[in-house]
């Protein structure tokens, strides 16, 4: 199948930085890719408003219609999101189908979604999006199945379309319950047995399943497309001193996310809030960092995740030109494919946990090895002797305040 031909319409609004206009642009150049397209052209219009019947104004539209017809345009994405009105407009005055910015992430989520949760909850928030607007879809909806901003739940006519999508909301949410409760028990099996969890997050496109990978020596989705990964995958990992934890892949964090997109995807991003520990991954080298760190941050707070303790890792150093300043702290700059790099990221890791933990001072006889085996891998060892005179091993390390293994430690 050839590539589609993307032609992108955006309103700069007035209270809108050029700075953060043309971030908002860039990544739609870079979503529309990811989604297996082209674009052709961009047209941005100086607006005090966005007009309400066509989005943008009207000498601007025929420029457009004329732009469609030259370049043979298959698909036009607005970059805001578009009311059902709007989108029927655009769709009757320039004769190619119209998608906005929340259409085309839901779509690229609907191909990339891999699990059963990723798939219902992509399909939910694909519904919810469409209920509203099944008004303005009139020719579009026929036609569900084909190119970008069609992929996931397909249907026909209006009113049947409405009673079918709010039965199938309603089948798609007790089915996510369902899904929702399994992932709760295996979270509640995995805190009973005193697993430490590390969540790796950060805006889209910054490295994490690079860097997931590279630390669990493992081959998740790495590409270098926005969203590469959608299901949260955990995998264990063993720190140098030898303490196992569990690691978490999560997805890409964006700004302006689809608010549906941001309610259904709570659940996936729920295992960031039980982690206990976050790696935030920020891509070093790009222009607009700032504002991608903010906006990771600002889902943290929403998430409640904010208090947990986060070692930011500025990714692509080899990239960054000018003088690096962090925005957060602590902090490391990190190449994820260098070895040296991932080495350093998991001793910076045990650092800033024994700096929190409790220490211990710990004598144990040859047969307890069941016990020392235990707090090698629970706890952070620091030191491990063997007194020939007494017949003991003494231990000295780490350990996190709440865990099972504190009663026992100061039994010895």
Known sequence: MSEEKILIIAVKKNNQTDDRFQSSLDELISLGKTAGGTVAKVITQKRNRIHPATYIGEGKLAEIKEL?????????????????????????????????????????????????????????????????????????????????????????????DRRHISRRIYDVKRRLQLVVKQREQYRKRRKNNDVFQIAIVGYTNAGKSTIFNRLTQSESLEENLLFATLDPLTRNIRMPSGYE?????????????????????????????????????????????????????????????????????????DLIQDDFIPLNHPYMLISAYEKEDIQRVLQKIEEILTSEWDSYHVVLTPDEGKLMNRITKETIVKNKAFDEDENHYILKGFIRKDHSLNSLLKEQ
């Open 245 to 317: 934890c569990l690691i978490t892949d999560t997805v890409g964090f964006l700004q302006e996310l689809p608010t549906s997109l941001i309610a259904s995807f709570r659940s996936t991003l729920e295992e960031v809030t039980e982690s206990d520990f976050l790696l935030h991954v920020v891509d070093g080298s790009h222009p607009d960092q700032t504002q991608q760190q903010d906006t990771v941050n600002r889902l943290l707070e929403e998430l409640n995740a904010d208090h947990l303790p986060m070692l930011t890792l500025y990714n692509k150093k």
């Open 68 to 160: 469609v017809d030259e370049e043979e345009i298959d698909l036009v994405i607005s970059n805001d999101e578009l009311s059902a009105g709007q989108m029927r407009n655009l769709t009757d005055y320039l004769g190619v189908r119209i998608i906005d910015r929340s259409q085309l992430i839901l779509d690229i989520f609907a191909m990339r979604a891999r699990t059963k949760e990723g798939k219902l909850q992509v399909e939910l928030a694909q519904l919810e999006y469409m209920l509203p607007r099944l008004h303005g879809q009139g020719v579009a909806m026929s036609r569900l199945g084909g190119g970008i901003g069609t992929r996931g739940p397909g249907e026909t006519k209006l009113e049947t």
